[in-house]
Structures are given as structure tokens and as C-alpha cells.
């Protein structure tokens, strides 16, 4: 990831209303324990044919709406905003448990629960669930006046409705605001109806498809099925709470008989723009997995489709909350809504990128509130997770000032030597250095986010230094490439990859294509001599 998405215009502090930029955003919802059991399965029990897993280590953490609150104060930390949980708890100890991790993140305003918090239980082998055990459940009381009062005083609101009644006991006071404050519901199977008003409610495509189950003209872009991928999820984990789209081509489908099994884009923007009226809501995002969300509004308004910036894999457990999140966090800076979906779902691909709600960084207490270069941090990410499953990391390196098509058939020759490509990108300074006046063409952040859009390249890195052995020491790749006249002991990066037993090799370079070539012909292009003298051409 290149972190691109982070200078797309979304962030427009002062844009909205001026409560929206100064005033604390307020979570209302359901919070759950989420734990996972992690092991190996290698054997079959004796007495039945399920896995024996032995256990190497477990995480706890809160999830629902806990973990929607832990994420928008980590999205919120560089602004400083303040963030408010509001949420049924109770004297059991997975409500301890919550307090204890959510202390010094967020501010709680709770309700009492009567019985004990959910206790959400995944047994994982190489990182894939097995089983899931639910146990635990208790109903919220009344609200007191502190949770009048964090409503009335917020700058933004979301609703993380998990379906157990917390936005139910809360839903006069939400109401009462929502015409003047932004709210972002996301919704659940079992929850009640948005309050009207609200500013987005982000279904996922399953929900919306059981919501609008007779919807659908049968004719569009298909969008594929539920394979388990990475993308823009919802976490929970109940049936339709995980909408995970694959990655096969779009292409034309013949009518199909109207149904809650029409997955045409055409059917998600009639469902989306019938939602928006049926809820009285300014707009609906629907989160469509990998293909990233489709924006509609009521009145049959143009539908917005904003893709996942690019394909990432893995755990989308809380990737929902994620996006809702996002989207309340930018709506709050003052963003419009396409805007904030815009940088929802490029959140959300970062986010299961990063490894998801399980991520062991996400809940480090002396971890930075962003990633430095976040583009840095989603490539090692990358090479850490594809060496843990016995993959190969290939690795090249290089301006890419101006692609071309030699460029091109490097990277899509490197992809298939292993299992992801990771491009080191000099920077501008880097650049400059290497290539003298007039040079970058093209800024860095242009430069990686034309590569990350290219189907060879899994992640970007981008260096300061002349060569790249310094972070090529980081990414420990198993293959570095180079295209060219090389000889491979003439390569600089040989002897550092020796160091841990990777190999560096040449592949065939397109002859004829060079960033140097293709400006001195634009050069030559751009002015062109009659008798009156140079003058510009017109021409583009």
C-alpha cells in the first residue's frame, strides 16, 4: 500500500459545520469480547473425524462495538479528537476485560447490562478459522444522563448496532440529533432500522440483499460470489455478516429472474437507493468485498462506486468496522460522504492487510498512532506473511519515472517467478540524485500509486538512500530482480541478498523503451522549428 488514499482531498477540516470539527465523536453500540485460540491441526481425533488443535497461544480482545471505538481513536489520534464509547457493560469479567484494553484509548459512558457480555471465541489453525463458540448475552438498561449528554455533545456519531438492543435504549436520543449531527449507522440483520436522518448507513451486500430480497433487474456487471478473500468485510461473523467478493473478471450476465440472488451492480443500486428512502437516510454505502462500495442515495440518484484501492489479503474479521469507522471519522473532519467513502475503503484494504482485528499491533500499547510510511509498513507486512506460509517474496527496484511498456513486462515477468511483488521505489530526493536537474517527472506518491494499480504489484516500498540495500536488509526477499545487460555479480544487491540465501537475477529487458529515451522524444516533440522560430506545438 502506498498510502496514496491519505492525500486524496479527504480530509476537509472546516469544510462542514463547525461543531463537526471541534466536537468528540461518539460510538453507540454493542460491545463483544472477541478471543482467538490460536494452534496447529495436524491429526484427526480418535473418536470422530474433527481436528485436533494444539494450542500455541490466544489473543482477547473487544470487538463490535469496542473495536469500532479502538479504531476510530487510532484514525482520529493525529486531530485529536476525542473518543466516546457508549455501551452497555456489566460487573462479569469479559466486561473487565473490555475497560482494561479500552482504557486510555477511548472514554467510557456505559449503561448498565443485565447478565454478562458476549464472549465471542475463534479457534484458528495457520491463521484460518476452525470453530467459532458464542457464549454470554445480557440486555442494556436505561439511559442515564451521561449518555444524553455524549450524544447531545458530539461532533459525529456512529451506530455499530450488533443487534443486542444498545442503539435500541439509546435510539430517542439519536434521533433527536441526527438532523444536525452527522450519524453513520451500520446495521445488523437483527438490529431495528436506522434512526431518519442519518447521514450514511453502510449495509453489506448480504444484509442488503436480505433486506431487499425480491430487488434486482437481473441485468449488469456481475460481481461474483462469497469466496473468503480480503477486502471491505463485516466482522461479526454471523450468517451474512461476512461479504467477501472474489476477483474474477466482470463481465455481462444474461437476465436473471429478479431475487434476493441477483448480484449485478444494477441490483445493489436499486436495493442501496431503496434503503435510503425506506430509512429516510441521505445515503446508503454498500460494502461489496474486494470491489469496495457502492454509494446510492434515494430518488434514483447515480450510484458512486468506489473500488479497493488494490486486492488485499487477509483476515477481514472487523474489516466493517473498519470502513464504518473511517466513514465517521472523515464525515466528522468535515468530509462529504463520497469522499468519506472514498477513504473508508482504502482504510479497510489497510486494514486487512495489516491482518485484520487480529492484528497484534492494533492493540500494542506503545505502537505510533499511524505508520510513519505506511507504504513501508504494508510491504514488510506483505513479505512477513507470504515467508509464514512457505511463499516466495520477489523483490526490484527503480525510478519508474515514466512507465513504459518495458517496465511493464519486467514487473509482470518478476510476478511470476514467486508468490508477491514487492517494488522498491526510489523517492523524489533519491531520484533527483540519480538522474540530475529537471528530474522527478512524476512525485513520489504518483509514481507508487501508478504501481500498486498494475495487477503484478502486491506492495510498494519506497527508499530515501541511493541503492536499495538498506531496506532490501529489511524485506529479506527471497529473489531480487533487475532487468537489463546486467551480469548478475555485477549487481550490487547480490551480496547482500547472499546474506540470507536469497539470489539475485536478470530478466530480458524490452530493448528500445527507457524513461530517458521517451523524454528526450517528448522534448524533441514539444517544439518545432518553421521559419518564425520555435514555437509550442499544440498538440498534447
Known amino acids: ?75 482520529s489520534a493525529g486531530d485529536g479528537r476525542e473518543v466516546v464509547l457508549v455501551t452497555a457493560l456489566g460487573p462479569d ?3 473487565d476485560a473490555v475497560r482494561r484494553e479500552l482504557r486510555g484509548r477511548v472514554r467510557l ?21 476452525l470453530v467459532r463458540m458464542d457464549r454470554g448475552g445480557g440486555t442494556p438498561g436505561a439511559p442515564c444522563a451521561a449518555v444524553r449528554e455524549a450524544v447531545d455533545r458530539a461532533g459525529a456519531i456512529l451506530v455499530a448496532d ?27 440483520p437483527r438490529g431495528g432500522a436506522p434512526v431518519p436522518g442519518a447521514r450514511l448507513v453502510t449495509p453489506n451486500a448480504a444484509e442488503v440483499r436480505g433486506l431487499c430480497p425480491g430487488k434486482g433487474s ?14 471491505v468485510a463485516h466482522g461479526e461473523g454471523d450468517a451474512g455478516a461476512v461479504d467477501v467478493v472474489d476477483g474474477r473478471r466482470c463481465e455481462a450476465k444474461p437476465p436473471a429472474p429478479p431475487g434476493a440472488g441477483d448480484t449485478t451492480l444494477r441490483a445493489y443500486a436499486e436495493r442501496g437507493a431503496e434503503l435510503a428512502a425506506r430509512w429516510r437516510a441521505a445515503g446508503v454505502a454498500v460494502t461489496l468485498g474486494e470491489r469496495g462500495a457502492l454509494l446510492t442515495g434515494p430518488g434514483g440518484s447515480t450510484p458512486m462506486l468506489v473500488p479497493a484501492p488494490y486486492r488485499a489479503v487477509g483476515d477481514p474479521c472487523g474489516a466493517g468496522d473498519c470502513f464504518a469507522a473511517a466513514t465517521a471519522v472523515a464525515l466528522a473532519d468535515g468530509a462529504l460522504p463520497e469522499e468519506a467513502v472514498q477513504r473508508a475503503v482504502a482504510e479497510a484494504a489497510a486494514f486487512v492487510a495489516a491482518g485484520g482485528a487480529g492484528n497484534p499491533g492494533l492493540w500494542h500499547r506503545d505502537r505510533p498512532t499511524r505508520p510513519v510510511d505506511e507504504a513501508t509498513t504494508d510491504a514488510f507486512t506483505l513479505a512477513e506473511r ?20 518495458g517496465h511493464v513486462g519486467l514487473l509482470e515477468s518478476a510476478r511470476r517467478i514467486g508468490d508477491c511483488l514487492i517494488v522498491c521505489l526510489n523517492s523524489d530526493t533519491s531520484l533527483a540524485r540519480r538522474k540530475g536537474p529537471g528530474r522527478p517527472l512524476t512525485p513520489q506518491a504518483d509514481r507508487a500509486r501508478v504501481l500498486t494499480a498494475l495487477g503484478s504489484v502486491d506492495a510498494v516500498v519506497v527508499f530515501e538512500e541511493d541503492t536499495p540495500e538498506a531496506v532490501l536488509r529489511r524485506l ?8 537489463g545487460d546486467y551480469a548478475v555479480q555485477d549487481l550490487p544487491e547480490s551480496d547482500v541478498l547472499r546474506g540470507w540465501g536469497g539470489q539475485a537475477v536478470v530478466l530480458p529487458y524490452l530493448d528500445g523503451r527507457s524513461t530517458t529515451l521517451l523524454t528526450h522524444r517528448a522534448a524533441r516533440a514539444a517544439v518545432r522549428v518553421d521559419p518564425a522560430g520555435p514555437v509550442a506545438s499544440s498538440g498534447g
Open 218 to 231: 437481473g441485468v449488469g456487471v456481475d460481481l461474483g460470489g462469497g469466496r473468503q478473500g480480503a477486502g
Open 109 to 129: 459512558v456505559e449503561l448498565p447490562l443485565e447478565g454478562t457480555l458476549p464472549v465471542k471465541t475463534r479457534v484458528l489453525s495457520g491463521g484460518r478459522p
Open 162 to 188: 450488533y443487534g443486542r438492543h444498545t442503539a435500541g435504549a439509546v435510539r430517542n436520543h439519536l434521533a433527536a440529533v441526527a438532523p444536525h449531527t452527522p450519524l453513520v449507522w451500520d446495521p445488523h
Open 93 to 95: 469479567e469479559a466486561s
Open 386 to 405: 507470504v515467508r509464514a506460509r512457505g511463499g516466495t517474496v520477489v523483490a526490484t527496484g527503480g525510478c519508474f519515472d515514466l512507465l513504459h511498456a
Open 476 to 483: 529479506r526477499p527471497d529473489v531480487w530482480v533487475k532487468g
Open 1 to 75: 500500500m502506498t498510502g496514496a488514499h491519505r492525500t486524496n482531498g479527504t480530509r476537509r477540516v472546516g469544510a462542514g459545520r463547525a461543531r463537526g470539527a471541534f466536537g468528540p465523536l461518539v460510538v453507540v453500540g454493542d460491545t463483544l469480547l472477541d478471543e482467538d485460540v490460536e494452534g496447529t491441526a495436524t491429526r484427526l481425533a480418535p473418536d470422530a473425524p474433527a481436528p485436533v488443535v494444539d494450542v500455541t497461544g490466544s489473543r482477547r480482545r473487544p470487538g463490535g462495538a469496542g473495536l469500532a471505538a479502538a479504531l476510530a481513536a487510532t484514525l
